[in-house]
């Protein structure tokens, strides 16, 4: 069973400091998704990566995949109120791609 | 454009009781799939369908049964509730299955409680 692991679980911090999610798996992965979800609220897609070492950006959130395709991360620049939620990332098997993996989820706070 | 949805959005059941939660999508899509989120796990594929008259399982399909009978619908029912059905449910669709180039649209969610 192909698993991933997002660290931290819970992050709290002020307005305008950087923060760093990760994802990450002993399993390779055919490719990367990240969602964010509000409460009350289904996921909804940020962005999908599919290249190993390939770097997305939206904004002031920026998205990397592993060389190796096993791990992932999200970087948020001067992180603002309105980035408050709870982020996914979700990854497409090798084998049997329509099994989307989830992580258990990164809850993020950025107070005013 | 009402996209995926969900219904109810909130359930309270007795142990040992059935029910079908139910969704539909307008978008076309051939792929629709239910999910489950507890807290601290994510989410968990229960079923999935790749197309009208076709599911399989995923990773937690037990006490679920699905069924596709048109593209636009994918009801999950729920045989004889249990305690640890206690979730969220979220249903989703897609154009196609994969994540690579592909878009999955969630619903907005089933609240069960089973007492």
């Known amino acids: 069973t192909q698993l991933l692991e997002q660290s931290p679980q819970f992050l709290s911090i002020q307005e305008g400091e950087n923060l760093t999610v990760y994802c990450n798996s002993s399993?390779?992965?055919?490719?990367l998704q990240w969602y964010r979800q509000e409460p009350g609220e289904g996921p909804v897609l940020l962005v999908t990566?599919?290249?190993?070492?390939e770097v997305k950006k939206l904004k002031r959130l920026t998205f990397q995949f592993g060389d190796a395709r096993k791990d992932s991360s999200l970087h948020i620049t001067a992180a603002q109120p309105g980035d408050t939620g709870l982020y996914l990332c979700?990854?497409?098997?090798?084998?049997?791609?329509?099994?989307?993996?989830f992580g258990q989820g990164t809850r993020l706070t950025i107070n005013p | 454009n009402a996209g995926v949805t969900q219904t109810p959005k909130f359930q309270v059941l007795k142990t040992g009781q059935s029910m079908t939660l139910q969704c539909a999508q307008d978008?076309?899509?051939?792929?629709m799939s239910w999910y489950r989120q507890d807290p601290g796990m994510g989410l968990r594929l229960i079923h999935y369908?790749?197309?009208?008259?076709?599911?399989d399982q995923g990773e937690v399909p037990n006490g679920y049964n699905v069924s596709r009978s048109t593209t636009e619908d994918f009801p999950l029912r729920l045989l004889s509730a249990a305690p640890s059905q206690t979730s969220v449910y979220f249903c989703?669709?897609?154009?196609?299955?994969?994540?690579?180039?592909?878009?999955?649209?969630f619903g907005e969610g089933s609240w069960l409680t089973v007492v």
């Open positions: 989703a669709s897609s154009y196609s299955w994969g994540t690579a180039g592909n878009t999955i649209y």
């Open positions: 399993s390779v992965f055919s490719s």
């Open positions: 990566v599919v290249t190993g070492g």
């Open positions: 979700a990854g497409g098997a090798l084998r049997g791609a329509q099994k989307l993996v």
């Open positions: 978008m076309n899509h051939e792929y």
């Open positions: 369908s790749v197309g009208a008259g076709i599911t």
